[in-house]
């Protein structure tokens, strides 16, 4: 568990009760993060072989991913929302992006800057754990993507023909799939009304991740590839998508919902293996 006392902002709220910040200055976190494949750190212009079903090499094109709603959790499972710090570049108030390709090598479709800690603040507190999701909050996933901030703003991460975001941009090339093993998670199925404001997504697909057991001062989370293509062969793609765009009849798509800890319904179901503690 970690005590947070750490340096204070002027940020107050109303409420009451645990995790609220009302009447006491709101407290600085960092959550780290690493992009990883199995024990190697992902980088652009690095092969990374052994991956998936085949043991295929894959060469990196792309890592990017979204999550908001982040909690530190008490020992006794109440949850303390983290205000995230705006920065004009990685963070809004309520979305961050992690960034772990530095736009070199064939990661082309990048920028160089790199992010790979969500910066926030949080009432004073002992927390033992982490929980977030991966993705875009509905609202802000079909607003409109021209007039956004950073770093909702980045063309290279909006899926026009789905309305939304990429939750996560996850791109390489393998031998067997030359043109691109691409993944690419977003919200499908979604509906719009007559002005063409989308009302509902019939498969949100917005992972949630909870660690019980978390010391942001002493611990990252990986974000780990090499258990994102566990149960598929990088050597062939068995249709669909050149791997999966987040249609579930697409055959890759399946396990890699699983191990986001989605079920066919896009909805949270099941133990995630994507992110892990270390």
Same mark, same amino acid.
């Given at each position: 568990?970690?005590?947070?006392?750490?340096?204070?902002?002027?940020?107050?709220?109303?409420?009451?009760?645990?995790?609220?910040?009302?009447?006491? +200055?709101?407290?600085?976190?960092?959550?780290?993060?690493?992009?990883?494949?199995?024990?190697?750190?992902?980088?652009?212009?690095?092969?990374?072989?052994?991956?998936?079903?085949?043991?295929?090499?894959?060469?990196?094109?792309?890592?990017?991913?979204?999550?908001?709603?982040?909690?530190?959790?008490?020992?006794?499972?109440?949850?303390?929302?983290?205000?995230?710090?705006?920065?004009?570049?990685?963070?809004?108030?309520?979305?961050?992006?992690?960034?772990?390709?530095?736009?070199?090598?064939d990661c082309g479709n990048g920028?160089?800057?790199?992010?790979?800690?969500?910066?926030?603040?949080?009432?004073?507190?002992?927390?033992?754990?982490?929980?977030?999701?991966?993705?875009?909050?509905?609202?802000?996933?079909?607003?409109?993507?021209?007039?956004?901030?950073?770093?909702?703003?980045?063309?290279?991460?909006?899926?026009?023909?789905?309305?939304?975001?990429?939750?996560?941009?996850?791109?390489?090339?393998?031998?067997?799939?030359?043109?691109?093993?691409?993944?690419?998670?977003?919200?499908?199925?979604?509906?719009?009304?007559? +002005?063409?404001?989308?009302?509902?997504?019939?498969?949100p697909n917005r992972a949630e991740?909870?660690?019980?057991?978390?010391?942001?001062?002493?611990?990252?989370?990986?974000?780990?590839?090499?258990?994102?293509?566990?149960?598929?062969?990088?050597?062939?793609?068995?249709?669909?998508?050149?791997?999966?765009?987040?249609?579930?009849?697409?055959?890759?798509?399946?396990?890699?919902?699983?191990?986001?800890?989605?079920?066919?319904?896009?909805?949270?179901?099941?133990?995630?293996?994507?992110?892990?503690?270390?």
């Amino acid at each position: 568990m970690f005590l947070l006392l750490l340096s204070c902002t002027s940020g107050k709220d109303s409420g009451a009760g645990a995790g609220s910040d009302s009447g006491a +200055d709101l407290q600085e976190v960092a959550i780290s993060f690493r992009g990883a494949a199995g024990e190697a750190d992902f980088a652009c212009g690095s092969p990374i072989s052994g991956l998936g079903l085949s043991g295929a090499t894959w060469t990196p094109l792309d890592f990017r991913l979204y999550v908001h709603d982040l909690r530190l959790l008490t020992a006794e499972g109440a949850e303390a929302p983290v205000r995230l710090t705006a920065d004009g570049v990685w963070q809004t108030e309520a979305v961050a992006l992690l960034d772990f390709e530095d736009g070199s090598a064939d990661c082309g479709n990048g920028t160089a800057p790199v992010n790979a800690q969500v910066i926030g603040a949080v009432a004073p507190g002992t927390y033992t754990g982490l929980a977030f999701t991966l993705g875009v909050p509905f609202d802000l996933n079909h607003a409109d993507q021209a007039t956004a901030p950073s770093p909702l703003n980045l063309s290279t991460l909006f899926w026009g023909w789905q309305a939304g975001y990429k939750f996560a941009r996850i791109d390489g090339r393998s031998g067997g799939i030359p043109d691109g093993a691409l993944v690419h998670l977003g919200s499908t199925g979604c509906e719009a009304d007559a +002005d063409g404001t989308v009302t509902g997504c019939s498969r949100p697909n917005r992972a949630e991740i909870r660690f019980d057991v978390f010391d942001a001062a002493t611990q990252r989370i990986a974000v780990d590839i090499a258990a994102l293509f566990a149960g598929v062969d990088l050597d062939q793609d068995g249709g669909g998508a050149a791997l999966c765009m987040s249609d579930i009849s697409d055959p890759e798509c399946g396990p890699m919902f699983a191990a986001l800890g989605l079920g066919a319904d896009g909805q949270p179901g099941g133990a995630q293996a994507f992110f892990r503690i270390e």
